[in-house]
């Protein structure tokens, strides 16, 4: 059997209002509708102003929508855009077919890739907040089973019981949004105390952004390998939408033994649901917190003007502003130009070619690093631990042996410059 076989087929579809960017969203709402393992079966595309308010489509285009259902034998079709209650409810009925629209197949995709604890909660705040509006077209439905929250008297007829039905719906998700937000602090308290501490080491934090699919992984993959650490360190690397949900940390030290902290983080997409925004906001303040920030870029797709707009914009929102920043222009073997190139904080590169990643570890270098200090120390041979914690944690540019003690002359940070004064020479 074919592996496409097992995928769902859905019908797309869209309205152009004469946007540039129109085509481009649209293959891009077939990427996400294949990272939710459904394939597209057809495509419908209608040019419009405005959707229309009761059916999105109007009324001719429904109709064809209706026999590409039939013809195709799909029972599902996708929306480009968000799409309001009744106009969900009026485009089922028409074609007798399940609709989701592009938030609710985001949410989806987050919802069947959350591993860790904390990720579940966030997509399940953002699913909750997504429903709690649209509850009214469901008055006298259950509420889905994936809240959890079934209760009883379905098919309730008469007007008054619907709209207790629909206020006990409504309570049960409050109820449960207040019960999620609450365990969500817990976890963020978590958090907060591994970055406090992060942040009292002094070690500098560099965050890995951008839109999905751009490669950010597979740099943080290759910066593990190149500086010769465990393989185990290495994290997933798929050419999927959404690959990543959750953050990891790298501690990654240099050969000159300068240690800073990476983060590979959720990537970015056009039109991200502003629930999911915020429900992972705590989950991108990893970026808000980092002392410089990556932007990978797909530099090799003919949208990216457009990807790192949206990247910027998505920062913005989560308040990430003014922020050090190295644009890292991947992909560059997918183009027929000359990498590594740097010009001034962009570098065209390849995750995959180490003369490139090397030259993104120097501009890291020359970032986080530019308060290192060379320095002249005289140690006490009464103090062997001082010298052990130089040679471990710093870069010794030279060592000589006096008659009172270790003359070391090395790089150090603010801190250990401050802490170590009483022995410089
Ligand atoms: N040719 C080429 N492919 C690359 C390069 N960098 C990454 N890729 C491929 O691009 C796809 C996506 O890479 P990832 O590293 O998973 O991308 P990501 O930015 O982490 O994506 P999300 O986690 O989904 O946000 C994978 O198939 C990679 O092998 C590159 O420099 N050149
Ligand atoms: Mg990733």
């Known amino acids: 059997m074919d ?19 129109f085509d481009y969203s649209m293959t891009e709402l077939n990427n996400l509708v294949e990272a939710n393992n459904m394939t597209v079966a057809e495509t419908l595309v209608q040019k419009l102003d405005k959707p229309d308010p ?9 109709e064809e929508l209706k026999q590409v259902v039939i013809d195709d034998g799909v029972a599902t079709i996708v929306a480009n855009d968000e799409l309001s209650p009744s106009q969900i409810r009026n485009i089922e009925k028409a074609t007798n077919a399940r609709i989701i629209d592009r938030t609710g197949l985001i949410l989806e995709i987050f919802a069947n890739r959350a591993q860790s604890r904390e990720a579940k909660l966030q997509v399940e705040l953002a699913k909750l907040k997504y429903q709690l509006p649209r509850l009214h077209t469901s008055a006298s439905q259950r509420l889905d089973q994936q809240t959890g929250t079934a209760s009883g008297a379905g098919g309730a007829t008469n007007r008054g019981a619907g709209e207790s ?33 992060r942040d009292q080491s002094d070690i500098p934090t560099v965050a890995l952004v951008g839109y999905t699919n751009a490669g950010k992984s597979t740099v943080m993959n290759g910066l593990i390998k190149l500086l010769g650490e465990d393989e185990d360190k290495q994290v997933l690397v798929k050419n999927m939408l959404f690959a990543t949900l959750d953050t990891s940390i790298r501690r990654l030290t240099l050969p000159d ?6 983060s590979d983080t959720v990537g970015f997409v056009s039109q991200l649901p502003h629930q999911l925004v915020q429900a992972f906001k705590s989950t991108l303040s990893e970026a808000a917190n980092a002392d410089l920030l990556i932007q990978v870029v797909d530099g090799s797709d003919p949208h990216r003007d457009l990807m790192m707009k949206t990247t910027e914009d998505t920062l913005n929102e989560i308040g990430v502003t003014n922020m050090p920043m190295i644009v890292a222009l991947n992909k560059a073997d997918k183009q027929d130009i000359a990498y590594p190139t740097r010009e001034g904080d962009n570098l065209i590169m390849s995750a995959m070619d180490d003369a490139s990643l090397t030259t993104l570890i120097d501009m890291i270098k020359e970032k986080v690093f530019k308060n290192y200090q060379t320095i002249s120390l005289l140690i006490p041979f009464s103090k062997g631990e001082v010298v052990s914690y130089l040679n471990d944690n710093t870069n010794i540019l030279k060592t000589e ?25």
């Not at 009761?54 to 429904?62: H, L, M, P, S």
């Not at 039905?165 to 949004?177: A, P």
């Open 3 to 21: 592996v496409t076989d097992a995928l769902t087929p859905v019908v797309t579809i869209g309205l152009n209002r004469n946007s540039s960017s």
């Open 257 to 262: 033994q300068k240690t800073f902290l990476l």
């Open 54 to 62: 009761a059916t999105y489509f109007g009324k001719g285009k429904i």
């Open 165 to 197: 039905q629909y206020e006990l719906n409504r309570r049960t998700l409050e109820k449960r949004i207040t019960h999620v937000n609450q365990e969500l602090k817990e976890a963020s308290k978590a958090d907060q105390t591994k970055r406090k501490q």
């Open 401 to 425: 042996y006096k008659d009172d003690g270790t003359l070391i002359t090395s790089e150090l940070n603010e801190t250990d410059a401050k802490r170590l004064e009483k022995y410089r020479v």
